[in-house]
């Protein structure tokens, strides 16, 4: 027993050095505003076997790394981008304090996040199976998607086709790359690819896509090519 309660505190004490050092201290104590309803539904969604994950410690860590961040200063865009990778951070350490590795706790984090998009990614199926070509207005309605959340400056994004035979564009750059490799933790940028999967799973049975990512592995761009399911 002794030895669980040194092993769940030393993880804790790491916890905490990595916050330190992402957070400096400063003198004025004055608790940062409190964001945490941005990152709570999608905690809300979060299910593992024996696991109870104590919010008020994801809200603590959530508003100190928003506020670190200047979370209400970015625009619409990186901020629902800096919701979900800090999302992916926290779920990660929350579920490793229960001793569940990285690998299956990524299953848990994307479906967490699966349902959290659900509703909207439900509705996107029924518009574009109800069409005349249902892969075309996936494309056709994915390239607004993809101008309106994954910025060029995030992203470097360079569409090399949109038809309805392919939707074929690469990215030069990734946010979440960038900001995993801040924090420290590489492992967690498969999760963050598997988030960018989530569009894709939904249309398996209309929509194929070959994905070379480089990105989860330290390289320096990431392409998806989608077609028509056969």
């Known amino acids: 027993m002794n030895e669980e ?9 790491e916890e905490e050095e990595v916050l330190e050092r992402l957070i400096p201290e400063e003198d004025d104590d004055t608790p940062p505003p409190d964001r945490a309803d941005r990152v ?3 905690f809300d969604l979060l299910k593992a076997d024996k696991v109870e994950i104590n919010f008020d410690d994801i809200r603590t860590n959530f ?6 961040e200047d979370g209400d200063d970015l625009p619409e865009d990186e901020q629902h981008l800096l919701t979900v990778a ?15 590795h990285t690998v299956k706790a990524r299953g848990i984090v994307t479906q967490a996040l699966t349902e959290w998009t659900r509703e909207e990614t439900e509705k996107q199926v029924a518009e574009e199976k109800a ?25 470097l994004r360079d569409t090399k086709k949109a038809t309805d035979k392919n939707w074929d564009f690469k990215m030069k750059k990734c946010w979440f790359h960038s900001f995993f ?17 989530i569009p894709w799973k939904a249309r398996e049975d209309y929509v194929d896509l070959k994905l070379s990512n480089t990105f989860s592995k330290l ?6 090519k989608y077609s028509p399911a056969k």
Not at 5 to 13: I, K, R, S
Not at 141 to 146: D, K, Q, S, V
Not at 181 to 197: L, M, P, Q
Request: aromatic content about 18%; hydrophobic content about 40%; proline content about 2%.
């Open 131 to 155: 069409s005349d070509n249902p892969f075309k207005t996936f494309v056709d309605n994915g390239e607004a998607r993809m101008d309106a959340m994954y910025s060029w400056r995030g992203f």
């Open 5 to 13: 309660a040194n092993l769940t505190q030393g993880t804790e004490d």
């Open 63 to 68: 508003n100190r790394l928003w506020q670190y």
């Open 219 to 224: 390289g320096s761009f990431c392409q998806f």
């Open 86 to 100: 800090l999302f992916i951070y926290l779920a990660h350490l929350a579920l490793d304090d229960f001793n569940i």
């Open 40 to 42: 709570k539904p999608i």
């Open 181 to 197: 490799i801040r924090y420290g933790r590489v492992d967690f940028i498969e999760s963050a690819c598997d988030f960018d999967r």
